[in-house]
């Protein structure tokens, strides 16, 4: 089965593949970005942890972004990007080619 | 001379291919080669940076110049080797390019990473042909320049950054041209310690050289040939299979470059069947100097991500994963710098985050695989800070010096363990920094500290590893009069989480001016850190800084970790508690990310109010979080 990572799973194939997180919700089209189909919290780069830029020297030009399953809360990617930046799709599974991970190595 | 044995290993097929055996214990004795010409250049160089934090490599290839076999050190140097020697072979006569011979180049046009990397190559001849080319390289901390060291603040181009010399011949038929010494010497700030390093590379070479041929000698050149050839379709073969094993797609990741602006170094991974392609087209346009890199350092900075990944198990040959793997770029960006764009601090900027974002999108095609899901890790310390010293030392002479303790960056977290503290940093399978003892015997400098720093790795139900941070003060001088301290990763963490882990710390550099040090030291106190000082402190907000440190001043600054995966409140309490035990986790950040409710007096978790923490946290992720389905947002390419 593909996924796009430990969290979340693509079930079926072709058009009609879905990104499902682990707690069964179904994300949306697997065709699409999936983290467009996720709850995003913005914040100031410093949301990311207490060693994150703590003097504030870079101003406001960076932003954290947090993406939570809207099923679980789970976070589920965190981006950063300059304020002005569109979300960036990180993961484009080919869909085209559903069995072309050989699992059979174990 | 060939024995009978050796004789048998020569098949008889049209490509010489060797029996398994053979081709097994050549193909280890070239990499011990490499190995001992690495050790012999340590040995002979008596800078700290070779010596102490191993910035150098050293590396074997073809007759043709292709690598066939990278050292254990800092893995970009690949192909500035590789293509040194190509472009010697382009522009040199075949007449003159002779046994004892050794040409040298700091050109980055050419294939050098950056002016201060400097390669030195040398043909190999085995039966009056040459069968391989050796070289070595070691950072050098001062090649002339406006500035002192390898920034070159304010240039505009690289016309006023450290003179270039494409290659050159430094030792011809084994005598030392003492001419050309002379003149490469000329420009250098540091002559005593950058001719060491000169002898100490072509030291290298020459043990090389000596053993290929006595291998040459031993088993017959044309088998000494088909196992080169052989290393290099193994590991093609090798590293085509591993593809295959891996999903299909695209990957796609945005590094960033602080300078004067912020530069993206953005890439676009495409993975598919057995073929890989590492597409930078959309990266910043290049800055007038300082932070590009050339397009061989480009290729060499996606070898340096490809090879820890993906080729763990298979010899490292650069030639035959590029066989593979095809790099995209255009020209006039900072990871393509056009002609006379400057590059004196690419290793850290241009050609370092081309590493990363490269390792970002492999990190996370093998988090997509279930079958590879254990060699994955997310980044490794993605943005490295340098500090530059010059100056009278303790012994009244002048001085330079590269710190390099930042290499001890956090690595990235695991599928099955969190990331190494101090872990160093992917580019270098050898990553040391040098003892405090060392570096104060060498400078005028005293530790105050230097120590993992809590809460600088990402968080994650698998935490990136933390990084150092350290203190120091000025010692056995008046004081330090230039300071150049460089960074990127300062505005935002280079080190990207997966799947839900965290980012590590930003870099950061700080001077307490004018405390009351001194008097504490004299009293038998030593600060735990700034907080304990009386003074000013001063914070820079430029990621390249020229300054001094005086009598009183206490420099500190705090490397970079590694990144998180998983959504940290997956963690197992207990593994947050013993993090804190050791200082690894803060209270505060077990609290905040973690969500785990230490009892510090008590040394144990609070199960009940863990789990009351778990829950609001998940409240307010689903009251301060947004839909954004329609929006529209994502990047249309
Ligand atoms: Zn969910």
């Known amino acids: ?36 189909h996720l709850l995003m919290r913005e914040g100031p780069v410093q949301n990311a942890g207490p ?22 809360a789970a976070l589920l990617d965190v981006e950063i990007a300059q304020r002005h930046e569109p979300i960036l799709w990180d993961v484009r599974l080919d869909l085209a080619a559903p069995e072309s991970e050989s699992e059979s190595a174990g | ?11 008889s097929g049209s490509n010489g291919s060797l029996d398994p055996v053979t081709f097994e214990i050549l193909r280890s004795r070239l990499s011990a080669i490499n190995d001992e010409a690495a050790m012999t250049m340590r040995l002979v160089s008596g800078s700290p940076v070779a010596n102490e934090a191993y910035d150098m490599n050293v590396g074997l290839m073809d007759a043709d110049g292709d690598c066939f076999a990278i050292g254990m050190y800092i893995t970009i140097h690949a192909l500035a080797l590789s293509s040194t020697v190509k472009d010697i072979r382009q ?20 294939g050098a990473c950056h002016q201060m990397d400097v390669a030195v190559v040398a043909p190999i001849f085995a ?19 406006p500035v002192e060291g390898q920034v070159q603040l304010g240039a505009t181009s690289i016309w006023s950054e450290q003179p270039l010399f494409p290659p050159i011949k430094i030792v011809d038929a ?34 090389a050289m000596a053993r290929v041929q006595d291998l040459a000698g031993r088993y017959g050149t044309d088998v000494v040939l088909a196992a080169i050839e052989g290393v290099n379709e193994a590991t093609a073969a090798r590293f085509r299979a591993r593809l295959r094993e891996l999903p299909d797609g695209t990957w796609s990741h945005r590094g960033y470059i602080e300078y004067d602006e912020v530069y993206p170094v953005v890439v676009e991974m495409t993975k598919q069947g057995d073929s890989l392609i590492f597409d930078y087209t959309a990266s910043a346009d290049q800055a007038g100097a300082v932070i590009n890199c050339t397009r061989p350092a480009c290729v060499g900075a996606v070898v340096a991500a490809v090879l820890p990944y993906l080729c763990y198990d298979m010899a490292w040959s650069p030639a035959g994963l590029q066989r593979a793997i095809e790099v995209r770029t255009r020209e006039g960006t900072v990871v393509h710098a056009a002609w006379p764009a400057g590059t004196s601090k690419a290793t850290t900027t241009g050609s370092f985050m081309a590493t990363i974002s490269a390792g970002v999108c492999l990190s996370k095609l093998l988090a997509a695989s279930e079958s590879h899901l254990r060699q994955f890790m997310s980044t490794w310390m993605g943005g490295l800070y340098v500090e530059d010293l010059f100056g009278t030392d303790q012994r009244g002479e002048f001085f330079g010096a590269a710190i390099l303790d930042a290499m001890a960056g956090g690595s990235g977290a695991r599928a099955f363990a969190d990331g190494l503290d101090a872990g160093g940093f992917l580019d270098s399978p050898s990553a040391i920094i040098a003892n405090i003892e060392d570096i104060e015997y060498s400078y005028p400098v005293l530790y105050l500290s230097r120590r993992i720093q809590a809460d600088t790795g990402g968080a994650g139900k698998y935490r990136g590893g933390n990084t150092l941070a350290m203190t120091y003060i000025v010692h056995g001088a008046e004081r330090l009069p230039v300071k150049i301290l460089h960074a990127i990763g300062t505005y935002q963490p280079g080190s990207v989480g997966v799947a839900g882990g965290y980012p590590s710390n930003t870099n950061q550099f700080v001077i307490k001016r004018g405390t009351d040090v001194r008097a504490l030291l004299a009293g038998g106190g030593v600060p735990d850190d700034l907080e304990d000082l009386d003074g000013k402190l001063e914070i820079f907000a430029d990621p390249i800084v020229k300054t001094s440190q005086g009598p009183d001043d206490v420099h500190r600054y705090v490397a970079m970790g590694g990144g998180g995966y998983l959504d940290p409140l997956d963690r197992e309490p207990e593994r947050v508690l013993a993090d804190y035990t050791v200082g690894a986790v803060s209270v505060a950040h077990a609290r905040d990310a973690y969500g785990v409710v230490i009892d510090s007096d008590r040394v144990r978790v609070d199960a009940a109010a863990t789990e009351q923490r778990r829950r609001d946290i998940r409240d307010e992720r689903r009251l301060s979080a947004s839909p954004l389905s329609g929006a529209g947002r994502s990047d249309p390419s």
């Open chain 2, 127 to 145: 039966d009056g042909r040459l069968v391989a080319w050796t070289g070595s390289t070691v950072h050098q901390i001062d090649l002339g320049g």
């Open chain 1, 1 to 36: 089965m593909a996924r796009l990572n430990e969290r979340i799973e693509v079930v079926g194939t072709g058009a009609g593949a879905v990104a499902v997180c682990g707690c069964g919700h179904e994300i949306g089209p697997a065709a699409e970005n999936y983290k467009l």
């Open chain 2, 91 to 110: 522009r040199f006569e075949a007449a003159d390019i002779g046994p004892g011979d050794v040409f040298m180049s700091n050109d980055p046009y050419v």
């Open chain 2, 174 to 207: 084994g005598e030392l041209r003492p001419d050309v010494e002379r003149g490469y010497l000329r420009r250098t700030r540091l002559p005593h310690l950058v001719g060491l390093d000169l002898k100490a590379m072509i030291a290298g070479c020459n043990v």
């Open chain 1, 51 to 72: 060693w994150v830029d703590p003097n504030g020297i870079g101003g406001d030009r960076f932003v954290c972004r947090e993406f939570f399953c809207p099923g679980c």
């Open chain 2, 1 to 11: 001379m060939t024995d009978t044995l050796a004789h048998e290993a020569l098949s």
